[in-house]
């Protein structure tokens, strides 16, 4: 913007020596400036610092952009002939060791590292600048940590940034391009990444509710019980025997490894036991308070190691004692503004919590009912369909009851008929009886009939049999009277050849003859007489047979109708009568069949005769 101000203005004309004499004077003005690139955990900031600017200057322009008021802890660290050195905040920048570069590369970290996380480290940006900065040292393996711790933090790293598991949006996969885990670890087990998410998402499922800060508060606790946790480590040498060993400088105080060992220190200086730490060149003398105690020396292999190590000695001291006096107002403040804070957070997180809690339950509480609803829809619609088909199945039945209605009463009719025919058929019965009996009666009189005919046929029989013979032997005495009298004539009269015609014999009054035992005595018009009696006799009885066979037809015919009909009537009783009919009907015709045979042996008897 300035620079474009001055732009304008010098294209204005420089006529009016007043306001040349202005614009000269804003140019004299106009500072100096440098181009300053500062990396943070999770940003890059480009600033325009002027050439005056003190390391101080530069440092308070980082935090005030950040939005960081515990600034005790941090430092702007950059690079020197591959040793890392920290910006002094009362030199000015340009006028330290920093890169000639354009923009000159700062980086943004904590330098000093608070011995309980959880009462230290108040502001919200501060605990998150130590959370990506830890995270990174296990990652890059500059921290040790076992492979179980190293699962439990990447699980508190997984629930700050992707939030509560939601088994429904975080598939299987969504962890593949995050770095959780140390390449150590990995390399360390024969297990492939879904195994490991496996296990990671194990541990996150359990952490549901914890929010974002809560979760890198839970990470820090946990990472700084680990060894190596806020431990800066630099090669010394032990006095002129070139012993190489390891110092160490962190919050508790000055520690001493063996090469080969960062965990485990050989000999520990708590900042409260040391009385003075110096450094002449590359020597580096601790006095310990205890005067009894030898002062450690030790040899540096550069001047800048042992400026450095000063450095770290003198602010981690500073920490030291300021954690064990009263804090200050603005300390006091921040705490009770931090306070405040994670309590409306805290309020807020509950509030949120119990909106998305009734949101999930109004979710599911809505999936109840979509699910009841489409299952009552469902049942409405089975029932829909039941009750249609219970209305078919009612039709139905209406119609089978109509048909069961009309069947009842076509066979209650029926049974009426049934019951008329049975009422018929005992009347039929009775009069069958009737009949029967009258027929049995007619029977026996036709019989006794036709005993009496038989017997006064053979009567006549015998007399025909006798009358025949009396008249074969009339004839014979007729035949040889004729002859004697024949004989009688022609010896007395002579015979007339004249007559056309023989005279007529004379009327004798009585002839009689007797021929051995035989004796005869009769006329002519006996003779006439007998025959026409014979005659008559024989018509008469040719008259009485021929009525006697009329009565024969005439009782066969009877029987044979009644035969017939008593035929039908067993056909109609055992087809139509009902079982009890029959039941009673079967036992007026049991008899009848001895009867019928008694009637064929009669009528064959009659037939014969």
């Known amino acids: 913007m300035a620079s474009s101000l001055l732009t304008s203005l010098t294209n204005v004309s420089y006529e009016d020596p007043e306001l040349k004499m202005s614009i000269l004077g804003l140019k004299k003005k106009q500072p100096k400036t440098f181009k300053v690139k500062v990396v943070t955990m999770d940003a890059e900031m480009e600033f325009s610092c002027e050439v005056k600017w003190k390391g101080k200057d530069l440092f308070d322009l980082v ?50 590292f608070p011995e309980k996380v959880e009462e230290e480290l108040v502001q919200e940006i501060t605990q998150h600048l130590f959370f990506l900065q830890v995270k990174k040292q296990i990652l890059d ?33 969504f962890l593949a391009q995050d770095e959780l885990l140390p390449k150590r670890v990995l390399m360390q087990y024969q297990m492939t990444p879904d195994m490991w998410e496996e296990k990671i998402t194990a541990w996150y499922a359990e952490h549901r509710g914890i929010a974002r800060d809560e979760a890198e508060m839970e990470y820090l606790k946990i990472a700084q019980d680990l060894e190596m946790y806020g431990v800066s480590y630099f090669s010394i040498t032990q006095n002129k025997r ?61 001047l800048r190691v042992n400026k450095l190590i000063l450095q770290l000695c003198i602010g981690n001291h500073d920490l030291f004692m300021r954690r064990r006096k009263v804090d200050s107002i603005e300390v006091q403040q921040m705490k009770a503004l931090a306070k405040e804070e994670k309590a409306r957070k805290k309020m807020e997180r509950q509030v949120l919590a119990r909106e998305k809690q009734m949101r999930e339950e109004a979710e599911r509480a809505k999936e109840e009912m979509e699910r009841r609803l489409f299952q009552l829809q469902d049942e409405a619609r089975m029932a829909n369909e039941a009750l249609l088909r219970s209305e078919e199945t009612a039709d139905l039945l209406a119609e089978k009851a109509q048909i069961a209605e009309e069947e009842a009463k076509l066979l209650a009719h029926k049974a009426a008929e049934a019951e008329q025919e049975r009422q018929r058929l005992e009347v039929t019965a009775l009069k069958t009886k009737e009949e029967k009996r009258l027929m049995e009666q007619k029977m026996r009189e036709a019989e006794s009939l036709a005993v009496k005919l038989v017997e006064q046929s053979e009567r006549r029989l015998k007399e025909a049999d006798h009358l025949k013979q009396d008249l074969n032997e009339a004839k014979d005495a007729e035949r040889r009277a004729k002859q004697k009298l024949l004989d009688i004539t022609k010896t007395t009269y002579p015979v007339i050849t004249s ?45 009485k047979s021929k009525h006697l066979q ?55 008897y009659f037939e014969e005769v």
């Open 63 to 112: 935090c005030r952009t950040i939005g960081l008021r515990e600034t005790w802890f941090f430092g702007l660290r950059y690079k020197v002939k591959d040793t890392n050195a920290w910006l002094k905040t009362e030199k000015r920048v340009l006028d330290q060791e920093v890169p000639k570069d354009s923009p000159i590369t700062f980086h943004f970290l904590a330098k000093f």
């Open 141 to 173: 393996e500059e921290i040790f940590c076992s492979p179980e711790a190293s699962v439990l933090l990447a699980s508190y790293a997984v629930q700050a940034k992707y939030g509560d598991y939601d088994p429904n949006f975080h598939k299987p996969g």
């Open 242 to 302: 070139d012993t190489e060993l390891q110092l160490g400088v962190d919050a508790q105080g000055l520690h001493i490894y063996s090469p080969n060992s960062k965990l485990t220190p050989n000999k520990s200086f708590p900042w409260s036991g040391i009385r003075n730490i110096s450094y002449s060149e590359k020597e580096f003398t601790i006095k310990p308070l205890d005067k009894k105690k030898d002062v450690f020396k030790f040899y540096s292999s550069q």
């Open 499 to 543: 007559y056309a015609t023989p005279p007529a014999a004379p009327e004798y009054p009585e002839v009689s003859m007797e021929t051995g035992s035989h004796r005869m005595d009769f006329k002519d018009s006996d003779m006439k007489r007998l025959s026409m009696e014979i005659e008559r006799e024989r018509l008469e009885y040719m008259e």
């Open 550 to 604: 009329d009565q024969l037809k005439e009782l066969k015919s009877e029987i044979e109708s009644l035969k017939l009909e008593e035929q039908q009537q067993q056909a109609g009783v055992f087809g139509m009568c009902p079982p009890q009919a029959r039941i009673y009907s079967e036992p007026i015709y049991l008899p009848h069949s001895n009867r019928n045979s008694a009637y064929l042996t009669q009528m064959a």
